[in-house]
């Protein structure tokens, strides 16, 4: 995967810019609307280059070490290239005492990166979060907008196995 | 409407989401349509029941049979005998866990029997996305009470009347804070005026107010609404964390119904009131669920906290009067608009009125949900409700209060909860969340996970909570490794005391509570790992030795072949014996032994 820091100027960029723009045009105005705009460029871009804070600094009139400021603070906020898929183990309390530990070593090893890496692939980018709400399922474990619960780290392989194979 | 003879109620909550109950649900459309049903009997996608871990779960009412763990394959047979002959298909009822009889009404079922539901009344119930079935249920009858019949300050007394308390953790009473907040600005019904709702649910392992936003958005449409009215405020806001998607869309989907049904926008109703509200998502950071770090985010600033006072109640959002409530807070309203205040304060405890939601989860048999009368006791909500501890183990101690509160122990057991009680035993009310903990929990692994996830959440503003917290981690993590010192619990209680005396915000000033009240109760634990260097639980990984009981070991040596840094030696049909030196404590000969002669201590 091109990792690139997706510039304006570069193919296949262009059309999210004029997106951006689009999404810039919307909250120009609207008091707070800073995270908002964050959260859709995210969206857009896979996360948040350079560029796209320099362009969204320009159109909300903010300077850009706010912007930066703000976009560091939030965990949700990447200012890196991530993967096509984020694996988020969840760490809250009541998967903690389930064995999630366990789980997110075992994860380690198949995915063979470090907590907030992302696979020589460019199919996975592991992390770990607080609680996504599932607390009766423990522990739990996300990719992409799927959930499973009660992963045993036996069964990891075999659910990573599926998103190779797509 | 129309008029059918059977209702099937799907949970669609996260949980059983997850589990797979959308397949279920193709599966009994075309069931339905296969067998002409679709006029007789009605199919509905409901919010979390609350035991999301016997999900899938499909309720058929009239009767409410409870059917648990369902897969599309059962559900031709549910179809064919329940609902075409009458017949309950029993292996997929629930099972009274002492009779193992199944039981015939979920309502009967001790998870659900000892359940008052005022702030999940519909969660489970309705289909969350039909603003009508909401409406069927009394649903905006107490937003329309309030704008027709009753003055802003006739609803003030009402809730404070209540005695409502907020559920967000602090327990400040709900109608003193909206009055505060009318007051401000000098009761001019032009000074700008916000109400927010705080759907940032930081304490991990609780998520109550997931499921009331999942499961009955409208609810806190009509509170906020209800709200705004009382304190004369225009716009609102619901400030939702990033990790939840589909509470974000149900809501999403919810303000739009209302504004389509005029229940939310201009001269609402036709009584010349007007207010609407907004979503705003979080974006992972814990700290924002303090109310004046969440005003910084929805300002869109970096969320962190600020002195107070002034309070939101006269300074907040953009400066202005401003009042925040909890999820659970406002799903409580609407009832009590509709009920009394009377009706309302009867339930509970002298202090604390009405009920509270609990998110029971950890080393329990019946993990979710349960709303109970404030002043039911621990005893009651672990062993009746949530069905008791697994596998036969040991209750040990439950933590309340996430990473701000404590544990409570065996000796806590029959003290009725509420805030006050709570409070007198070391830990706190908190959102709710319930972590149950048993003999297989160290203590100071749960203290140390704590600490490091305030650690991980301070915002870093002040130095205390920054760095006071990294170093009780540091302390902390040293004594897990087996490298605790003497003179470790006192540094630690030392610098407890600085860190809750000098932090800013409730984040640093609650830290140290995890630890304190561990060391309070379990301090033999922490003395073990120091001066023994034993992880009484055994989970401390660098405390664990494994053993080979030389009674029971028939020397195949199957664990010598598995050990990967060879520390396993013997002589074939004599026991083996492990060099505890050389052990990596990797655990993986415990599970090839045959004869279970391989033990952890
Ligand atoms: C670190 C920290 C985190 C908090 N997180 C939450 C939260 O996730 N949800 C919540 O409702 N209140 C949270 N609170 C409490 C809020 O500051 C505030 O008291 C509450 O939202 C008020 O609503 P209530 O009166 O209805 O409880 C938190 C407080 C602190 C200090
Ligand atoms: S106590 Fe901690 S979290 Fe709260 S403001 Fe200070 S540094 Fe930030
Ligand atoms: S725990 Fe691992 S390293 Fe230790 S003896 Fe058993 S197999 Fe070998
Ligand atoms: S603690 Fe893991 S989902 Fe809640
Ligand atoms: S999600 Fe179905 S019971 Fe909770």
Redesign the interface.
């Known amino acids: 995967m091109a990792a690139s820091s997706c510039p304006a100027s570069a193919h296949g960029c262009a059309e999210k810019y004029q997106k951006l723009d689009e999404i810039l045009q919307e909250y120009k105005g609207v008091?707070?609307?800073?995270?908002?705009v964050?959260?859709q460029a995210q969206l857009l871009f896979g996360y948040l280059p350079h560029d796209v804070l320099v362009r969204i600094a320009e159109e909300l009139d903010l300077p850009l070490s706010e912007i930066y400021?703000?976009s560091s603070?939030?965990?949700?906020?990447s200012l890196k290239p991530r993967g096509k898929y984020t694996v988020s183990v969840?760490?809250?309390?009541?998967?903690?005492?389930?064995g999630a530990p366990a789980l997110l070593e075992k994860i380690k090893e198949t995915l063979q990166v470090e907590d907030g890496e992302t696979t020589k692939d460019g199919l996975f980018t592991l992390d770990t979060?607080?609680?996504?709400?599932?607390?009766?399922?423990?522990p739990?474990l996300t990719i992409g907008?799927?959930?499973?619960?009660?992963v045993t780290p036996d069964k990891v392989p075999e659910i990573f196995e599926r998103y190779r194979q797509e | 409407m129309k008029l059918y003879r059977a209702h099937v109620l799907i949970c669609g909550g996260?949980?059983c989401?997850?589990?797979g109950c959308h397949a279920v649900k193709e599966e009994f459309i075309r069931e339905l349509q296969a067998n002409g049903l679709q006029d007789e009997i009605q199919l509905i996608e409901t919010g979390c029941v609350g035991?999301?871990?016997l999900?899938p779960i499909v309720i058929v009412y009239p009767e409410g049979v409870f059917y648990q763990h369902v897969t599309p394959e059962d559900v031709q047979e549910i179809v064919n005998e329940h609902l075409l002959k009458g017949r309950y298909v029993k292996r997929k009822m629930h099972r009274h866990p002492s009779s193992g009889e199944p039981v015939v009404s979920s309502r009967e079922m001790d998870f659900f029997r000892h359940q008052t539901r005022i702030a999940l009344r519909n969660v489970g119930l309705i289909n969350p996305e039909s603003i009508e079935e909401y409406i069927a249920r009394d649903g905006y009858f107490a937003l329309g009470k309030v704008l027709n019949e009753m003055t802003p300050e006739e609803v003030i007394q009402v809730i404070k009347e209540s005695g409502l308390r907020g559920r967000g953790g602090a327990g400040f009473p709900t109608g003193l804070k909206w009055e505060f907040t009318r007051k401000a600005g000098g009761a001019d019904e032009r000074t700008e005026k916000y109400v927010v709702c705080n759907a940032d649910?930081?304490?991990?392992?609780?998520?109550m107010d997931?499921?009331i936003l999942e499961g009955d958005p409208h609810s806190i449409i009509e509170a906020m609404a209800i709200a705004a009215y009382a304190i004369g405020a225009g716009q609102g806001y619901i400030y939702v964390r990033?990790?939840?998607?589909l509470a974000v869309a149900r809501m999403k989907q919810a303000i739009a119904k209302a504004r389509e049904y005029g229940l939310l926008g201009q001269n609402i109703m036709g009584t010349g009131f007007s207010f609407d509200l907004e979503i705003?998502?979080?974006?992972?950071?814990?700290v924002c669920g303090e109310e004046t770090a969440l005003i910084a985010?929805?300002?869109?600033?970096?969320?962190?906290p600020r002195m107070k006072p002034p309070f939101p109640a006269t300074s907040g959002l953009?400066g202005k009067p401003t009042l925040i409530n909890n999820v659970e807070t406002f799903a409580n309203i609407p009832v009590i608009i509709l009920k009394g205040a009377q009706w309302f304060s009867r339930i509970g405890t002298e202090k604390s009125k009405g009920t509270k939601v609990f998110?029971i989860?950890?080393?329990i048999n019946t993990?979710?949900l349960v709303e109970v009368p404030m002043g039911t006791t621990l005893r009651k909500i672990i062993f009746e409700l949530g069905g008791g501890i697994p596998n036969g183990k040991k209750f040990k101690a439950a933590?309340t209060g996430?990473?701000s509160g404590g544990c409570l122990t065996e000796k806590h057991l029959d003290t009725p909860v509420d805030y006050e009680s709570l409070q007198a035993a070391g830990s706190m009310m908190g959102s709710g969340?319930l972590?149950v903990?048993d003999e297989d929990?160290c203590m100071v692994d749960?203290a140390r996970?704590?600490l490091e996830?305030t650690q991980d959440?301070s915002?870093g503003k002040c130095v205390p909570c920054r760095i006071g917290t990294k170093h009780m981690l540091e302390i902390l993590t040293r004594i897990t490794e087996g490298k605790g010192e003497e003179g470790d619990l006192e540094t630690l209680e030392e610098l407890a005391k600085v860190i809750a005396s000098s932090s800013l915000c409730g984040l640093g000033q609650s830290a140290p509570n995890p630890v304190l009240s561990t060391l309070r109760n379990f301090r033999d634990e922490y003395e073990a790992h120091i001066k023994e260097k034993r992880c009484p639980a055994g989970v401390c990984t660098a405390l664990k030795r494994y053993e080979i009981i030389p009674e029971q070991c028939k020397g195949c040596g199957l664990c010598a072949r598995v050990c990967p840094v060879q520390a396993i030696s013997g002589v074939r049909k004599e026991p083996y014996l492990i060099d505890q030196e050389i052990c990596s404590k990797c655990g993986l000969c415990l599970s090839k032994c045959p004869f279970g002669a391989i033990v952890v201590k």
């Open positions: 008091q707070g609307g800073l995270i908002p964050l959260h400021g703000v603070f939030y965990s949700f906020f969840c760490m809250g309390t009541a998967c903690y005492v389930k979060t607080r609680c996504v709400g599932a607390c009766g399922l423990a739990v907008d799927d959930v499973y619960g009660r | 996260a949980g989401i997850s589990s035991s999301c871990d999900g649910e930081g304490d991990p392992g609780a998520f997931r499921s990033a990790e939840y998607p705003r998502v979080g974006a992972g950071a814990f985010s929805i300002e869109g600033k970096r969320g962190e953009w998110a989860a950890g080393k993990t979710g933590q996430g990473p969340g972590i903990m929990t749960v996970f704590f996830f959440e915002c």
